[in-house]
């Protein structure tokens, strides 16, 4: 009778523990399937107290975790707002950073760090959070190194610390603090009383030496002459300026940048000569190509210059080279007299010193360097030098040559006894002995003949 009530679970395949924490799921059409089996037997509402009181127990068990895992949306925000107010609390508690405190700046970042690490703050946030602590003098260095530091919470501490450092180290240069509007005033009135403005005519490097200097006697430190940039340009200077307002973050960098733009200087009007008006404009304009190649090619001619040296050079086409060079870089004749001496040597460099005293223009040298080496005179002098140093190679020869020939004179003979060679040996000397005591040699006198020479000649050294 109870073959119909019986579990349709195959106990072989399954294993108890398995049965006592799973439910099979029940659908729609397993009831019917299964009621077609027993058919109406009241049985099919039979279940096993077992598995009824596991499943009771699962369903209590998994009510109660839901239970603990809701919360309820009232409760989250409370919970949030908690969590806000303490992190509020935690960063209120730390004090702002003011100047005299910064001596001990190495103790306000740690307990910065120490709130951070507590809080778990994101590390991208902490720099930005930490400069809403500086006083203004503090802000205005962040905002000129905050490209440098780029968030970086160590690059950002260091900084500080050699900030801090600098300025205990020179408390004196820290007299113009930017601290409030008033001091910004009177910094603008500084910067317009005590230095030079600059437009873009004039020696660029000239004025910014003259800036640095300024700069330095007024006691301004890096980031106050930084701050200074805007007030000292104007017209194209100003609007570079703002146009490349982005790359400058430091004093260093915009003196780079503006040395590359600025170093060669228009013209000034005054300078412009009448009736060639447009034509230098239009140079000028576009002229810090033009420029910048002349003064490569300047400094090209004053570290390699073109060498004269007098009688061994044509001096024609020596000055020819030169004026075309001299022309490339446009060059006045008072810098092309004053440059001049570095491109003598030899017979030219001895020459310039007794003639310059006289020659004071640039026609005058080339007229001078002329007739002194490119006449007939320059030109005799030196066929008569080389004549001399001929005459002086042919004596050399000789007196090396009579005496090596005299032993060859000897040695030719082959004596086969000692008695013979000293007697051929006696025979030379003696033809010697009878040769005139004058030493002179004619520079005419080419062969040698060791009788008739008229210099006198020691007998050889003939080891026996």
């Known amino acids: 009778m109870y073959t119909s009530t019986r579990s349709q679970l195959n106990l072989h395949t399954h294993q108890i523990s398995y049965l ?121 260095w962040y905002e000129t190194t905050k490209h440098e530091i780029n968030n970086d919470w160590s690059n950002f501490c260091d900084r500080l610390k050699q900030y801090a450092l600098d300025r205990q180290m020179n408390p004196s240069t820290w007299n113009h603090s930017l601290s409030t509007n008033n001091d910004i005033l009177s910094f603008e009135y500084l910067i317009g009383t005590k230095f030079i403005r600059y437009s873009g005519i004039g020696d660029a490097k000239d004025w910014l030496l003259q800036t640095m200097n300024q700069f330095k006697q007024c006691g301004l430190r890096r980031l106050e002459q930084l701050q200074a940039i805007p007030f000292l340009l104007v017209d194209t200077t100003y609007l570079w300026h703002v146009e490349n307002i982005d790359l400058i973050v430091s004093f260093e960098l915009f003196s780079k940048l503006f040395l590359q733009k600025f170093t060669c200087t228009p013209l000034q009007p005054q300078d412009i000569p009448y009736g060639d008006t447009d034509k230098t404009l239009s140079v000028v304009t576009g002229s810090s190509f033009t420029s910048h190649l002349q003064k490569t090619i300047a400094d090209e001619i004053i570290k390699k210059p073109t060498y004269f040296r007098g009688s061994k050079d044509d001096v024609r086409d020596w000055l020819d080279k030169l004026e075309q060079r001299f022309k490339m870089v446009k060059w006045s004749d008072e810098q092309t007299l004053q440059y001049i001496s570095i491109y003598l040597q030899d017979d030219a460099q001895r020459w310039w010193p007794q003639a310059s005293s006289v020659i004071k223009t640039w026609s005058s040298f080339t007229e001078a360097v002329t007739h002194a080496f490119g006449s007939t005179e320059a030109q005799q002098l030196a066929f008569e030098q080389l004549k001399w140093y001929k005459q002086t190679l042919i004596k050399i020869l000789l007196n090396i040559m009579i005496p090596l020939w005299n032993y060859l004179h000897v040695a030719l003979q082959d004596p086969k006894t000692t008695d013979l060679f000293l007697l051929i040996a006696r025979k030379v000397e003696d033809a010697l002995s009878l040769t005139s005591p004058n030493n002179d040699i004619h520079s005419d006198h080419v062969t040698v003949n060791v009788v008739t020479h008229s210099k006198p000649l020691t007998r050889p050294f003939i080891q026996q």
């Not at 099919?44 to 699962?58: D, E, G, K, L, N």
């Not at 001596?103 to 778990?120: G, N």
């Open 20 to 140: 006592l924490y799973y439910s099979p799921p029940r659908t729609h059409n397993s009831f019917h399937h299964s009621s077609n089996q027993t058919g109406n037997s009241p049985s099919i509402q039979f279940t096993s107290p077992t598995i009824m009181s596991t499943s009771q127990t699962i369903l209590e068990l998994s009510d109660e975790q839901k239970t603990e895992d809701y919360i309820s949306p009232v409760e989250n925000k409370s919970n949030l707002q908690s969590l806000r107010m303490q992190e509020k609390i935690a960063l209120q508690s730390i004090h702002k950073l003011m100047t005299k405190e910064m001596i001990q700046i190495d103790q306000w970042l740690s307990v910065l760090y120490k709130t951070f690490e507590d809080l778990a703050y994101p590390p991208l946030h902490r720099v930005l959070q930490a400069t809403t602590y500086f006083n203004d003098e503090l802000q205005m």
